[in-house]
């Protein structure tokens, strides 16, 4: 059975000291003299003492925590994100407090009355696949809790956030392809309300214009991005009288469903099909052949969210206009779709 938790009041009374007296004594005042501080010391380590710095930190207005949300923690992506998150906040001397919204948008709301009640001094925020309203996130501002999103947000919201030029990637992705000799290209998207899927969608679509290509709606396979939709997609691909000649994918996870399926009908990759994803996945250089993909430089995000969200911290009294920094894509071509040098 557990014992119960030993307070600043069980060691006052104990000792027969003021509550003030013993919570100088443990801060090193030395207004307390040094027997008064070893007798209080010596209790603590008894009673198994431990200071709440949480109930420290309310009572000067702040919590020195910081409140993530990110859809999961599958994968490379948000793992090395949350690792730039804690090392910046860290420094600063802030915690990070962490919740997954499990793609869930009603698991999201539960996220944000969550971070609300614990009085986080700040929330960053990566949507969930199937959040597509901003209303949730109305309790938040009207708390005057700062707010930054990094990664996903809601296509036509004006928030302050850090974000990847997808829709670059998504161009340089479909142009090297071309430039390997590749002319029916086809494209795994996500959902588009969401900016990354969006805009990488876009990319694609424009790199084709640039080489006077048609955007063939029958090469466009919408879907949720995991391995099963890139099964599905590559499935439904290689059924069409045409077949393409590479894919584009906006997800590692789905380009990794589709080289499964090419390797099930003996095709020759990058020879029969090319493919290209997109986050470089750790996996991404462990397939047979390695994942041509696009960095998304995740440290360097969650760093600069983080940096961002503690601008809005200090600034919390004045109004500013949502900030937005965008970080630019690296494309890493690999043996998956290299069929030329360049």
């Given at each position: 059975m557990s014992q119960k938790r030993a307070s600043i009041t069980d060691i006052a009374q104990e000792l027969n000291l003021s509550v003030s007296t013993v919570s100088r004594a443990l801060s090193g005042h030395?207004?307390?003299?040094?027997?008064?501080r070893k007798r209080v010391w010596k209790l603590a380590e008894q009673l198994n003492y431990q200071p709440n710095h949480l109930a420290a930190a309310l009572r000067k207005g702040r919590s020195n925590?910081?409140?993530?949300?990110?859809?999961?923690?599958?994968?490379?992506?948000?793992a090395l994100v949350l690792k730039g998150m804690e090392s910046v906040a860290n420094k600063a001397g802030y915690n990070v407090m962490l919740c997954q919204s499990n793609e869930d948008y009603m698991h999201e709301q539960k996220n944000i009355e969550t971070l609300i009640n614990a009085q986080v001094d700040g929330i960053l925020?990566?949507?969930a696949r199937t959040t597509r309203d901003f209303k949730h996130?109305?309790?938040?501002?009207?708390?005057?809790?700062?707010?930054?999103f990094f990664d996903r947000i809601l296509e036509g919201t004006d928030v302050s956030a850090v974000v990847l030029d997808d829709y670059r990637g998504g161009y340089q992705s479909t142009m090297h392809l071309l430039d390997q000799g590749c002319r029916r290209i086809a494209h795994f998207g996500g959902p588009q309300h969401l900016n990354i899927y969006k805009n990488r969608y876009l990319g694609y679509?424009?790199?084709?214009?640039?080489?006077?290509?048609?955007?063939?709606?029958?090469?466009?396979?919408?879907?949720?991005?995991?391995?099963?939709?890139?099964?599905?997609?590559?499935?439904?691909l290689l059924d069409l009288?045409?077949?393409?000649?590479?894919?584009?994918?906006?997800?590692?996870?789905?380009?990794?469903?589709?080289?499964?399926?090419?390797?099930?009908?003996h095709l020759r990759i990058p020879e029969d099909i090319a493919l290209s994803g997109f986050s470089n996945e750790t996996f991404a250089s462990l397939t047979e052949p390695k994942l041509t993909s696009v960095d998304q430089h995740c440290e360097e995000m969650g760093g600069a969210a983080v940096r961002l969200l503690l601008e809005l911290v200090q600034e919390r009294t004045r109004q500013q206009a949502p900030r937005k920094i965008v970080l630019q894509p690296q494309l890493l071509p690999r043996e998956s779709s290299r069929l030329h040098q360049e």
């Amino acid at each position: 059975m557990s014992q119960k938790r030993a307070s600043i009041t069980d060691i006052a009374q104990e000792l027969n000291l003021s509550v003030s007296t013993v919570s100088r004594a443990l801060s090193g005042h030395t207004r307390i003299s040094e027997a008064t501080r070893k007798r209080v010391w010596k209790l603590a380590e008894q009673l198994n003492y431990q200071p709440n710095h949480l109930a420290a930190a309310l009572r000067k207005g702040r919590s020195n925590t910081l409140g993530v949300i990110v859809p999961h923690i599958d994968g490379h992506f948000f793992a090395l994100v949350l690792k730039g998150m804690e090392s910046v906040a860290n420094k600063a001397g802030y915690n990070v407090m962490l919740c997954q919204s499990n793609e869930d948008y009603m698991h999201e709301q539960k996220n944000i009355e969550t971070l609300i009640n614990a009085q986080v001094d700040g929330i960053l925020v990566s949507l969930a696949r199937t959040t597509r309203d901003f209303k949730h996130f109305e309790k938040v501002r009207k708390r005057d809790i700062p707010l930054v999103f990094f990664d996903r947000i809601l296509e036509g919201t004006d928030v302050s956030a850090v974000v990847l030029d997808d829709y670059r990637g998504g161009y340089q992705s479909t142009m090297h392809l071309l430039d390997q000799g590749c002319r029916r290209i086809a494209h795994f998207g996500g959902p588009q309300h969401l900016n990354i899927y969006k805009n990488r969608y876009l990319g694609y679509c424009q790199a084709l214009r640039d080489r006077n290509l048609p955007v063939e709606e029958e090469l466009v396979v919408f879907s949720d991005m995991t391995l099963e939709d890139g099964i599905r997609g590559m499935k439904q691909l290689l059924d069409l009288p045409q077949r393409p000649d590479a894919v584009f994918s906006a997800s590692d996870f789905s380009a990794v469903g589709a080289l499964q399926v090419l390797k099930e009908h003996h095709l020759r990759i990058p020879e029969d099909i090319a493919l290209s994803g997109f986050s470089n996945e750790t996996f991404a250089s462990l397939t047979e052949p390695k994942l041509t993909s696009v960095d998304q430089h995740c440290e360097e995000m969650g760093g600069a969210a983080v940096r961002l969200l503690l601008e809005l911290v200090q600034e919390r009294t004045r109004q500013q206009a949502p900030r937005k920094i965008v970080l630019q894509p690296q494309l890493l071509p690999r043996e998956s779709s290299r069929l030329h040098q360049e």
